[in-house]
């Protein structure tokens, strides 16, 4: 097998964990065609009943929100409503291929993509309460696409830029060794042991510093559960939603957090950045927010409703890892948040707190996990940053030092 044809085998078979007789849903760009139809292929020798292809492009929604009726951004059809439903219902697995230009949005009014999300966040929101609560198994891939490569290789030749961005995510996902499935349990296992930290000692907070600015404390509510490395899915077996992973994540207090927070790395949302952003907070809700570059398309994003102004999701990447050691700035959330420490606005998931997942709104909200229809996570790591535990008899312990776990 070349290496484009293990990363299709990883993806299928330790990805989505393909079972017997089940149907796959795959979402990719058109430039991604080649590789979405080799996945499809392995997902049908590792036993798919059908598979299910959604082609996009990004090419034809930028000139649908430049040129199309006002009007349209606030509907959503409920024909697609239907089809993820009718899907979900049926235990279909989906793979998602996440390769967009992180800039092509950047002429095209915030409102319009803030009210076209937020329409489609509202009509879907069966499909991605399933999701996030693992009801159905699901996992978020990248390969390259032309604009984003030379977005972040710039000033090589187009070729050049697509090669070192597959080299890149090759090494990324561990595709780069000998047997990548096995390097995945290995790294499953080593997940497992910071899991068994962490959930054993319980912390009530943690505390975050960093020269950046970064200064907050954030509570964690009574029961949270700490995830990582792969999630359960119904029938009993374990896929991994984020290829790459390299975080272990839990959900914080919606109530709890109190302090600053200084964004490390840029954030690629909607097709926008948005750069050098920071937030404040008080007992969980930001109160004001600021950045250099994108800050009309981070307030659309805040506004979007009260969830979105609360935090969803804490999550710890050591500053060391087979992605941040490669230094490069992905403009990829799926990368770049697992290069480094960050936390989500909007949506917990409700798997992160012990019988979350089938609780009811009212339920969830008492127990401290934040509602919304958005979830999107934002970097806070640094090589510099601390990160202290505080139990609940009082005392303190070192999770992270210099960047890394103490
Ligand atoms: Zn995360
Ligand atoms: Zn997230």
């Not at 393909?18 to 020798?45: G, H, W």
């Not at 937020?118 to 309460?129: D, N, P, Q, T, V």
């Not at 999701?313 to 990829?332: G, R, T, W």
């Not at 089938?358 to 909200?365: H, R, V």
Request: proline residues 4%; negative net charge.
């Amino acid at each position: 097998m070349d290496k484009m044809e293990k990363y299709a085998d990883l993806l299928v078979r330790v990805g989505i964990n393909i079972q017997e007789n089940q149907t796959l849903v795959i979402a990719s760009p058109i430039e991604c065609a080649d590789f979405a139809r080799l996945a499809a292929k392995k997902a049908y020798e590792a036993g798919a009943r059908e598979v299910v292809m959604r082609w996009l492009d990004e090419q034809s929604q930028h000139q649908k929100y430049i040129m199309a009726n006002d009007e349209i951004f606030d509907e959503f059809p409920d024909w697609t409503v239907q089809y993820f439903n009718h899907y979900a219902d049926q235990d279909a697995a989906f793979l998602s291929i996440a390769a967009s230009d992180p800039e092509l949005m950047k002429d095209v009014d915030p409102k319009r993509l803030a009210r076209a999300n937020k329409a489609g966040s509202i009509a879907l929101e069966y499909y991605r309460s399933r999701m996030m609560s693992n009801k159905n198994v699901w996992c978020v891939a990248s390969i390259p696409t032309v604009s984003w490569a030379k977005k972040v290789f710039p000033g090589v030749s187009e070729e050049q830029a697509v090669e070192n961005l597959w080299e890149a995510i090759y090494k990324s996902v561990r595709v780069d060794q000998e047997n990548p499935v096995e390097a995945w349990r290995e790294h499953q296992r080593t997940l497992n042991e910071k899991l068994e930290f962490l959930n054993t000692n319980k912390f009530t907070a943690l505390r975050y510093k960093n020269a950046l600015g970064t200064d907050v404390v954030v509570e964690l509510p009574e029961g949270h559960i700490w995830f990582g490395g792969g999630d359960e899915a119904p029938q009993g077996h374990v896929f991994v939603a984020n290829m790459p992973t390299e975080e272990v994540f839990t959900m914080p207090k919606l109530d709890g957090v109190n302090g600053t927070i200084v964004a490390s790395m840029p954030l690629n949302y909607n097709g926008n950045l948005i750069e050098n952003f920071k937030f404040e907070l008080k007992d969980g809700l930001i109160v004001s927010f600021d950045a250099a570059k994108g800050k009309d398309v981070l307030e659309e994003l805040l506004n979007t409703d009260e969830g979105a102004r609360r935090l969803g999701e804490v999550a710890l990447v050591p500053y060391d890892s087979p992605i941040s050691n490669q230094k490069i700035l992905f403009y990829n959330t799926l990368f770049d948040e697992n290069a480094s420490c960050h936390f989500a606005l909007g949506k917990a998931y409700p798997t992160c707190i012990k019988g979350g997942e089938d609780m009811t709104k009212d339920d969830l909200k008492n127990a401290g996990a934040n509602d919304s229809l958005t979830h999107v996570d934002f970097m806070v790591g640094t090589k510099d940053l601390e990160i202290i535990g505080i139990t609940e008899s009082g005392s303190e312990i070192p999770v992270f030092k210099n960047g890394n776990f103490a």
